[in-house]
Nanobody, 121 residues
């Protein structure tokens, strides 16, 4: 059974950091592009970042560029999203998803259940 499980969310003060993890089971995560998405209450889901399986290229939304870093540990079958300098507007449920291809920019197939990130003082 293909499964993605996110973890690492929580409550953090503005300016703080969190590292989200996306652990895969039932498939080899290294073969697929992995994306991070988020959805805030009352807003549409938006893409945050993606890492390619083909060459490790990374992509970021303008709103998080310079603050977030995506990485993958193929030995652990896990992708991470390090979030620094967090802002209240980063508050959302964060999801990871596995793409249908090795490169970013295509449809995503398998989704995790999400992890809540709340940035508040």
């Amino acid at each position: 059974q293909l499964q993605l499980v996110e973890s690492g969310g929580g409550l953090v003060q503005p300016g703080g950091s969190l590292r989200l993890s996306c652990a895969a089971s039932g498939f080899t995560l290294a073969w697929y592009a992995i994306g991070w998405f988020r959805q805030a209450p009352g807003k549409e889901r938006e893409g945050v970042s993606c890492i390619s399986a083909r060459d490790g290229s990374t992509y970021y939304a303008d709103s998080v560029k310079g603050r977030f870093t995506i990485s993958r540990d193929n030995a652990k079958n896990t992708v991470y999203l390090l979030m620094n300098s967090l802002k209240p507007e980063d508050t959302a449920v964060y999801y990871c998803a596995a793409g249908l291809r090795a490169d970013c920019g295509y449809e995503y197939d398998s989704w995790g259940q999400g992890t809540q990130v709340t940035v508040s003082s």
